[in-house]
């Protein structure tokens, strides 16, 4: 027992030393942008950085004929190719040593509009009162890097695990993940547990609520603005719709709770509007407008109630309007098709690295719930229990964001202290 502690006091002794390191290296990954369907020159940066470690590094594309018959698979529209890899570093260990998988995405949302940032924009990696910014800083780019960190520490020192570690640069987890995590899964690049270090604040994540996007579409009819009094603007109709979509939220949050999923954010379930798009010419009434949406459901809810709640709201509008009862509204669901998502916090994957994460932290990590879609899903389609651990962070998917450089230190800590538990040294 003193000489575990005396190893792993050395293990966080060494990543105190490349502090400075770890920094820069995220600045440099933040600086190459990587928005979801053109993640490539990033990840031939994450393959190059795999093989300086000696790892054996893979480029894998998935395969969309592979994936169709999966039930968490959906399309996105995004096509699979070489620009598009997903990438992944091994280490291996001995054939009966516990494996485990360190998972990351390199994919990041737009960073617009672009003009809402602090000087520097979107990709200037700065770093400024504890805190580096730029798109991706926290989601997730620091806890790529920390998964990395980790095990170079380990190797740095002389500590090979026995058990073997995969790390893996994802595509495409902010849309869906399917050619991501999932495809790398189901190509078997899978190990006996997997932790994504998402920014959750150093807190453990066991589950996240089910996922759906659907859109409304309304048709009108035109006429020249001159004559606007002959035509029927699409625009006031579908408004109509959004009206009563926002009220379904507000009678959603309080018709469904769940105080694990309540306690993260103040509220169970959510319902939000993304995009409205109407009309195509100033001069001329809208004939058509379409907004696009998406909705959390609760593991208690089944999707078939959540939908019939969405359609049944946007049929009482049509039902108060001769216009929408004659031309009804499409909707569509489409797009991210998550089931809601719980692992059991009372396994002994996450009773073990609690244990290890309040002795590095000196504090027991909360165990909570997130309210975004999480890789963490596929862990139960392939027996593997999976959580998110991952540092603090602020302003994901909107401007100025940033992570706070105290908390990766943390992080790359506990996942270093870890693997050398899990797969032994």
């Known amino acids: 027992m003193i000489q575990e502690r005396h190893v792993q006091k050395e293990i966080l002794r060494q990543i105190d030393r490349t502090a400075d390191e770890l920094f820069a290296m995220i600045q440099e990954i933040v600086r190459i942008p990587s ?57 291996r260990g001995k054939d009966n040593g516990r494996s485990l998988l360190l998972n990351g995405h390199i994919d990041v949302v737009s960073p617009e509009p672009l003009e809402a940032w602090y000087e520097g924009g979107p990709w200037s990696g700065k770093i400024e009162g504890g805190r580096l910014y730029g798109r991706g800083a926290a989601d997730m780019k620091s806890g790529l890097l920390a998964n990395f960190f980790a095990l170079k520490t380990l190797l740095i020192l002389g500590l090979k695990p026995k058990g073997t570690v995969l790390l893996q640069s994802v595509i495409e987890e902010e849309a869906g993940g399917g050619g991501g995590t999932l495809a790398c899964l189901h190509a078997g690049y899978k190990a006996d547990a997997m932790i994504i270090p998402e920014p959750f604040d150093l807190r453990i994540i066991t589950a996240h609520p089910g996922i759906r996007y659907f859109r409304v579409k309304v048709i009108g009819k035109t006429a020249h603005a001159g004559q606007s009094h002959l035509g029927v603007n699409a625009i006031g109709k579908l408004a109509r719709i959004y009206d009563r979509l926002m009220e379904l939220d507000l009678e959603r949050a309080k018709r469904h709770r769940n105080p694990f999923f309540e306690a993260s954010s103040g509220r169970s ?34 999707e078939e109630s959540m ?110 202290a870890f693997i050398a538990d899990w797969c032994e040294i």
């Open 35 to 91: 928005v979801v369907g053109e993640e490539g020159r990033a990840q031939e940066w994450v393959f190059n950085l795999y093989k300086t470690l000696g790892l054996e590094a893979v480029k894998f594309v998935p395969r969309k004929e592979d994936l169709l018959q999966h039930p968490a698979y959906f399309e996105i529209g995004f096509p699979y190719n070489e620009s598009r890899p997903n990438v992944i570093g091994i280490c």
């Open 269 to 302: 379930c959510n319902l939000n509007i993304g995009t409205f798009k109407a009309g195509d010419w100033v001069s001329t009434v809208a004939g058509a407008a379409q907004l696009e949406a998406r909705i959390s459901y609760l593991p208690e809810e089944t």
């Open 307 to 416: 939908r019939r709640e969405v359609e049944e709201a946007v049929s009482e509008v049509v039902a108060k309007d001769p216009w929408l009862k004659d031309h009804p509204p499409a909707i569509e669901w489409f797009g991210w098709d998550a089931k809601p998502w719980i692992q059991d916090p009372e396994i002994p994957l996450i009773r073990r690295f609690e244990k290890v994460a309040s002795e590095v932290l000196t504090f027991t990590p909360e165990i909570a719930a997130s309210h975004a879609g999480l890789d963490t899903r596929f862990g139960p389609y392939f027996a593997m229990p999976s959580f998110t651990f991952g540092p603090r962070g602020g302003l994901l998917h909107t401007s100025n964001e940033y992570v706070d450089l105290d908390s990766v230190l943390q992080t790359t800590k506990v996942l270093a």
